[in-house]
């Protein structure tokens, strides 16, 4: 493929979708949205750092994840006022939990043996 950004792109919108769905479907376990925002920071991290190996790039999404979510712990009225918002409840989250970290690590780590193992060369 020319623009390996572009097949990144499309899914990442298919994952933000089914992130939102699952938290519509009251019989998908809560920690399954949490292990797709794993693999959501995932896509987005390589969508930026194209040239990076698959290592680096679940090496920074993690860190990325559990930074979003060891911020959780920070309660000031500024941030909680963002946090109630569509969009800062999706993005920052509302409350600390160990699991999320959990169900962040396997996320990550399934994109990268999705993409380890069949996208064969996904940097230029």
Same mark, same amino acid.
């Given at each position: 493929?020319?623009?390996?950004? @572009?097949?990144? /792109?499309?899914?990442?919108?298919? +994952?933000?979708?089914? *992130?939102?769905?699952?938290?519509? &479907? =009251? $019989?998908?376990?809560? %920690?399954? *949205? =949490?292990?797709?925002?794993? +693999?959501?920071?995932? @896509?987005?991290?390589?969508? /930026?750092? &194209?040239?990076?190996?698959?290592?680096?790039?679940? &090496? @920074?999404?993690? /860190?990325? %994840?559990? !930074?979003?979510? /060891? $911020?959780?712990?920070?309660? !000031? =009225?500024?941030?909680?006022?963002?946090?109630?918002?569509?969009?800062?409840?999706? +993005?920052?989250?509302?409350? #600390?939990?160990?699991? =999320?970290?959990?169900?962040?690590? $396997? *996320?990550?780590? #399934?994109? #990268?043996? @999705?993409?380890?193992?069949?996208?064969?060369?996904?940097?230029?």
């Amino acid at each position: 493929m020319k623009n390996p950004r @572009i097949t990144y /792109f499309i899914s990442l919108i298919i +994952v933000i979708f089914l *992130g939102i769905i699952s938290r519509k &479907i =009251d $019989f998908i376990p809560l %920690c399954f *949205g =949490d292990f797709l925002y794993g +693999v959501m920071i995932y @896509i987005l991290t390589r969508i /930026f750092l &194209i040239n990076q190996k698959p290592i680096q790039i679940a &090496i @920074i999404s993690l /860190f990325i %994840c559990y !930074s979003i979510e /060891f $911020f959780q712990l920070y309660q !000031s =009225d500024w941030i909680i006022a963002i946090r109630k918002t569509l969009l800062g409840k999706y +993005v920052l989250g509302q409350g #600390f939990l160990w699991t =999320d970290l959990a169900a962040y690590t $396997f *996320g990550a780590a #399934f994109a #990268f043996i @999705i993409e380890k193992k069949y996208i064969k060369k996904p940097y230029i």
